[in-house]
Each structure stands twice: as structure tokens, then as C-alpha cells.
């Protein structure tokens, strides 16, 4: 996939602790990245409240399809598209590129299902996430 196919990027340094012993990042800071540019946007642009909102987002599933390496210090750019929205659901794609790269290191996706905090029972997404997540479609 290319950079194109992500209306939202989002910067994200490696740090020299990504770094395993065979001098490439861990596959599992990988998910880190997924992570981070998923919940940054859920709060910046969802109004995620992630300390005492009533709704959150509890991963359901997640996969990475590994396509070269990324290594400290290079910076990564993390591609955030929403592939599928649901009731309570999302699906998103994720695209880990090397800053200034057009081809993606890595690929993915991620399913969040909103549920209250309280109950862990699944809930309809919210109004203003929604409205945010129809922009990444």
C-alpha cells in the first residue's frame, strides 16, 4: 500500500531501546506504532477521554504483515485509515512507512469495539468519534 491510501499520518521517533539484537526494531514495537496512531487520533480528534470517559475502545483483533525493516534512528510515519465502522466497531487500516518513503514497511489492521468502561458491555460508537472515524474512511 502506499502513503495515499492514509488520510491521517502521524510522526512517530524510534527510540534506541526499539532496537532488538539483530539491529532492526522488535516486531513487537510494531504494535506500538498501531497503538499510538490509533489513540492519538481517538483522542485529539474523537474526544477520546481515556482517563474517565464512559466509552472506550478494547482491541479485539490486530495483525501486521512485516515488508522490511525499520531501524533506530529512522523516524516512522504511520498511516491511519478506517477500513470498516460499525455499530460498535472499527476496523483500521495501518501503514508504517520510513519518514519520506512512498512504499509502507509494514502493513495492518486493528479492530476496536467500544464498550462501557463500567460494564465492558458493547456500546453504540458516540456521535462526535463517529463523525471523526467518517473522516479517515
Known amino acids: 500500500m502506499r502513503r495515499a491510501a492514509y488520510p491521517y499520518v502521524q510522526t ?3 527510540r534506541w531501546m526499539d532496537n532488538d539484537v539483530y539491529g532492526h526494531v522488535n516486531n513487537v514495537t510494531y504494535y506500538s506504532y498501531f497503538d499510538t496512531v490509533i489513540n492519538t487520533w481517538l483522542i485529539r480528534e474523537g474526544g477520546l477521554d481515556i482517563h ?3 466509552q472506550i475502545g478494547l482491541c ?4 501486521c504483515r512485516f515488508l522490511a525493516p525499520i531501524e533506530f534512528p ?3 510515519q504511520a498511516g491511519l485509515r478506517v477500513e470498516k465502522l460499525g455499530r ?3 476496523r483500521y487500516g495501518i501503514g508504517l512507512f520510513i519518514e519520506g518513503g512512498e ?3 509494514a502493513e495492518g489492521w486493528f479492530v476496536h469495539v467500544f464498550v462501557d468502561r463500567a460494564t465492558r458491555l458493547a456500546v453504540p460508537v458516540g456521535d462526535a468519534m463517529r463523525a ?3 473522516r479517515l474512511l
Do not use: D, F, K, N
Not at 479485539?60 to 495483525?63: I, L, V
Open 74 to 76: 529512522q523516524i516512522v
Open 132 to 134: 471523526a472515524l467518517t
Open 103 to 105: 512504499a509502507a514497511v
Open 60 to 63: 479485539a483483533e490486530s495483525h
Open 52 to 54: 474517565a470517559g464512559g
Open 12 to 14: 512517530i521517533p524510534t
Open 88 to 90: 460498535s466497531s472499527v
